[in-house]
């Protein structure tokens, strides 16, 4: 689950950096990639992915899970979240 979760995450940004607005099969390609998910992740299962792009050294899926991360960031998530900014150096999620 969570490497296809971490795939999708890296597929769907690409996607949406790579294409033309006005493209036409872009537009009929859109509504597949938008709906991939359907169910938004816990934090767990985004740390879980946080981790496997770290260790594989994988930066952009490490980005797009950071920034995930930050939307996910509650009372409940706060240590856990702080935690694996801090042992992974990521700057995005520490300030």
Do not use: C
Not at 23 to 48: G, K, N
């Amino acid at each position: 689950m969570v490497w296809s979760f971490l795939l999708d995450v890296v597929r769907r940004r690409s996607f949406f950096q790579n294409f033309s607005a006005t493209s036409t099969d872009a537009q009929q390609q859109v509504p597949r990639y938008t709906s991939s998910i359907h169910e938004t992740p816990t934090v767990e299962i985004t740390l879980l992915a946080l981790d496997l792009a770290h260790r594989w050294q994988v930066g952009e899926a490490v980005t797009i899970l950071s920034e995930m991360l930050q939307g996910m960031i509650r009372d409940e998530t706060f240590a856990a979240i702080a935690e694996a900014a801090a042992l992974k150096h990521l700057e995005t999620l520490l300030h």
